[in-house]
């Protein structure tokens, strides 16, 4: 059974650019969440798909959009970058939406805009 | 709006000590409280909670949840400098809210040999 896994692990991209970030969720997930980690604070939710579709949003702009493929694997996507993006993206697998299934997390994207 | 805080923030013990973390929450259509340990980044995940009273254990660390008074706390005894890292709480609301967790700032734990 493997965990969740996600590229890559450090980016660093100019304000204004646009970055892709890359989710491959733990064997028969079929749920995947995406958080921002400021560095200090605690992971801010971002978005979350099941089944392709996404089924749930924080606050966050539309430059942050995302994907999730037949596979379960997911993107986050964010345009115009900004200087406060830098952070930890994690992303998160889970059997179904429900409560009562764990939540796997990946080792994150540390992205550095500058 | 669902909201976590965590307490203290930081914490500085030496092996052996005991610790107790501490997490309040206000969250509508409570499912689930979720502790993580987390080192450098993954968070690993440590115990969810979703009955009053009842502690779940493992090893050295318990963690229990009072929804009645809305917290939960997380027990460490005989720290070991392994334990060094980051505990995060988090809560897990009802279906007006997804399946979003909403994370605490975290407890960042030290433990000096």
């Known amino acids: 059974e493997t965990g969740v896994t996600q590229s890559p692990t450090h980016l660093i991209k100019t304000r204004g650019q646009q970055v892709t970030l890359r989710c491959s969720s733990q064997?028969?997930?079929?749920?995947v969440s995406w958080y921002q980690q400021a560095l200090g604070q605690g992971p801010q939710f971002i978005f979350q798909?099941?089944?392709?579709?996404?089924?749930g949003r924080g606050n966050f702009p539309p430059r942050f959009s995302g994907l999730q493929f037949p596979n379960y694997s997911s993107e986050l996507n964010v345009n115009a970058l900004e200087l406060d993006d830098s952070a930890l993206y994690l992303c998160?697998?889970?059997?179904?939406?429900?409560?009562?299934?764990?939540?796997?997390f990946g080792s994150g994207t540390r992205l550095t805009v500058v | 709006e669902d909201k976590v805080v965590q307490s203290p923030l930081s914490l500085v013990v030496h092996e052996g000590d005991t610790v107790t973390l501490n997490c309040s929450y206000e969250?509508?259509?409570?499912?689930?409280l979720l502790w993580y340990k987390q080192e450098k980044k993954a968070p690993t995940f440590l115990f969810m909670l979703?009955?009053?009273?009842i502690e779940k254990k493992s090893g050295r660390l318990s963690s229990i949840l009072d929804k009645k008074e809305l917290f939960s706390i997380l027990n460490i005894t005989a720290t070991q400098t392994g334990d060094s890292a980051v505990y995060l709480c988090?809560?897990?609301?009802?279906?007006?809210?997804?399946?979003?967790?909403?994370f605490g700032e975290g407890t960042q734990l030290t433990v000096n040999p």
């Open positions: 998160a697998s889970s059997l179904g939406q429900a409560s009562y299934y764990g939540y796997t």
């Open positions: 064997s028969g997930h079929n749920t």
């Open positions: 798909y099941y089944r392709e579709e996404e089924n």
């Open positions: 969250v509508t259509n409570f499912r689930s």
């Open positions: 979703t009955s009053s009273g």
């Open positions: 988090a809560v897990r609301g009802g279906e007006t809210s997804g399946s979003r967790l909403t």
